[in-house]
């Protein structure tokens, strides 16, 4: 394969539509991670967290290291927020 071909497979590569803090983005890989989503965001990553926005009550926390299937084809959702402690 020429240098050219690798390059153009490379780009023809399916972009995954996420939205972030209501922009949206297009992310080139099939995973996301909690700590991708906070440096899209623009936030601090030792005092923001990230959620994936689903269907139901609850929210899902996405750990800095938690991998997030992007191949389903929708558009996920994605939002980050201060953390939080209860200090006892």
Excluded: C, N, S
Excluded at 53 to 73: F, N, Q, S, T, Y
């Amino acid at each position: 394969m020429t240098e050219a071909a690798t390059t153009e497979t490379a780009v023809r590569r399916p972009l995954h539509k996420i939205i972030v803090d209501r922009k949206p983005h297009d992310w080139p890989e099939p995973f996301i991670t909690g700590a991708q989503i906070k440096r899209i965001a623009g936030v601090d990553q030792a005092t923001y967290d990230a959620w994936q926005d689903v269907p139901g009550p609850e929210d899902l926390l996405i750990a800095d290291d938690k991998k997030v299937d992007l191949r389903p084809p929708v558009v996920e959702r994605f939002f980050t927020g201060k953390k939080t402690t209860t200090e006892g």
